[in-house]
T-cell receptor, first 116, second 115 residues
Framework: GAVVSQHPSRVICKSGTSVKIECRSL??????MFWYRQFPKQSLMLMAT?????????EQGVEKDKFLINHASLTLSTLTVTSAHPEDSSFYIC????????????FGPGTRLLVL | AQTVTQSQPEMSVQEAETVTLSCTYD???????LFWYKQPPSRQMILVIR??????QNATENRFSVNFQKAAKSFSLKISDSQLGDTAMYFC????????????FGQGTRLTINP
């Protein structure tokens, strides 16, 4: 149980285009999902907290107009990187917290984004 | 603000040996949770073990066990009979019981198990 999927696993796009990454909880309902960014050989950096049916809460320094987050259902959250630039190239990971189990997050497999 | 510190950037042991990864944290909260996550080369984050601060008994999961010292704010991970598949980055993480409930990660320890 507690499986989280991400799609796509890898994406290459041209500078200026937008990319959407999906995060799904497959066998549980997730009222809260989280989006992280990870640079090579570094720890995870929280970008935003996504609550079902409400606006996401962004961490300091993360541009909300650049990284659009939508959490339309209890099993799906999406991250859209708008007008992507090479500096947005990174590994993006989502996690989901099950309803009623407040403390444990289960992670998706991550999405590697390369902007040319 | 809560912080998590892993003082060992890299460790390396022989297969079948026992290895201990260190983690210290700083918080003013009394109720919280601590985790060890494993990130193998696939980069999938895998939950290894979880400890509730209000429980004095150390958590164990098969070959993985923790030494939780609440007063010292220490949370080390012991891997017994290490296997090649244990090679990964290991992240210690903290989450408070109330409030924002954001996971705070340590910097990670890169563990290599040698054959």
């Amino acid at each position: 149980g507690a499986v989280v999927s991400q799609h796509p696993s890898r994406v290459i796009c041209k500078s200026g285009t937008s990319v959407k990454i999906e995060c799904r909880s497959l066998d549980f309902q997730a009222t809260t999902m989280f989006w992280y960014r990870q640079f090579p050989k570094q720890s995870l950096m929280l970008m935003a907290t996504s609550n079902e049916g409400s606006k996401a809460t962004y961490e300091q320094g993360v541009e909300k107009d650049k990284f659009l987050i939508n959490h339309a259902s209890l099993t799906l959250s999406t991250l859209t990187v708008t007008s992507a630039h090479p500096e947005d190239s990174s590994f993006y990971i989502c996690s989901a917290r099950a309803s009623g189990v407040q403390e444990t997050q289960y992670f998706g497999p991550g999405t590697r984004l390369l902007v040319l | 603000a809560q912080t998590v510190t892993q003082s060992q950037p890299e460790m390396s042991v022989q297969e079948a040996e026992t290895v201990t990864l260190s983690c210290t944290y700083d918080t003013s909260e009394n109720n919280y949770y601590l985790f060890w996550y494993k990130q193998p080369p696939s980069r999938q984050m895998i939950l290894v073990i979880r400890q509730e601060a209000y429980k004095q008994q150390n958590a164990t999961e098969n070959r993985f066990s923790v030494n939780f010292q609440k007063a010292a704010k220490s949370f080390s991970l012991k891997i017994s009979d290490s296997q090649l598949g244990d090679t990964a980055m290991y992240f210690c993480a903290f989450i408070e019981d109330q409030g924002a409930q954001k996971l705070v990660f340590g910097q990670g320890t890169r563990l290599t198990i040698n054959p």
